[in-house]
């Protein structure tokens, strides 16, 4: 009998959303499980705490201080975690804040890609690499829907620098033979989403309110339109494309488009609530730039990955919504 290779992975951005999900999904495989946290991220563990505090996982699942503006530090890491797969999930996330701060999304969302690639590329070019690109990168769309043949035309500086993530993945792979993949993952959420994310301070304020501890909700445009997803099925497709016998890359998505409008609808309703008695707009929270539209092709993840999604946007915002009602009355029990 011959041993398979040990599966080694790492995970920058682990302690977000989708890190969180996807430690999870790789240690249940067997994985030994590498992450990346910056050293503001010291308090924010909340997302993976319970993988640290399994006993089934935690002589596997290792921690480690660094950032993607660090090239010599992600490169000694590398070198030391020998890692089978590389997950890039980090970025610097917030489109609003990308217009705010756009040399550091460059740096960290955009560079960031480029030095993972580098220490891949002098380290062990059999490493695997995933690129965590954003349906954002289309922006200004040229067509409905988007494919991984549609022509992208980004509308902040944090869809500029994911396509420039995107098309160095693109560039070591065709250059080295590296095995780099992008998916462009559409907006996907969870209970675990940032508080800053407009799904999430929709479920938060709606159950706030129904529990008397809010007024009101200050929102920016409502007629803006996107492809939401269940983060937790998204991650499966980022481990499908590891999978594969050749690197590509991949649109994930519903195939469904709603706007910002319908969620508030849809999370207000769920809990008795008429939206249009406390929801309000400001112009500050409104972007230099609008993406309007975003809705996601995903024949060939069907066809090739054998993915699609189950949860439905109704789902979505159901699971929020309860998720969210719990955690405030337990902040009022407090």
Known sequence: MTNKKKKVAFITGITGQDGSYLAELLLDKGYEVHGLIRRSSNSNLERIQYLLDDSRYQKRIFLHWGDLSDASRLFNLIQ????????????????????????????????????????????????????????????????????????????????????????????????????????????????????????????????????????????????ARRDWGYAPEYVQAMYLMMQQKKADDFVIATGETHSVKEFVEAAFKYLGLDWKKYVKQDKKYLRPAEVDILCGNIAKAKKVLDWQPKVKFKELVKIMVEADFELVKKELRK
Not at 113 to 122: C, G, M, N, Q, S
Not at 160 to 170: C, D, M, Q
Request: proline share 3%; charged share 30%.
């Open 80 to 223: 030391e975690i020998r890692p089978t797969e590389i997950y890039n999930l980090a970025s610097q996330s917030d489109v609003k804040i990308s217009f705010e701060m756009p040399a550091y999304t460059a740096d960290v969302t955009a560079v960031g890609v480029l030095r993972i690639l580098e220490a891949i590329r002098k380290i062990d070019k059999k490493i695997k690499f995933y690129q965590a690109s954003s349906s954002e990168m289309f922006g200004k769309i040229r067509e409905f829907p988007q494919s991984e043949k549609t022509e992208f035309h980004p509308r902040s500086p944090y869809a500029v620098a994911k396509l420039y993530g995107y098309w160095i993945t693109k560039n070591y792979r065709e250059s080295y033979d590296i095995f780099a993949c992008n998916g462009i993952l559409f907006n996907h959420e969870s209970e675990r989403r940032g508080d800053n994310f407009v799904t999430r301070k929709i479920t938060k304020a709606a159950a706030r309110i129904k529990l008397g501890l809010q007024k009101d909700l200050m929102l920016g445009t409502l007629d």
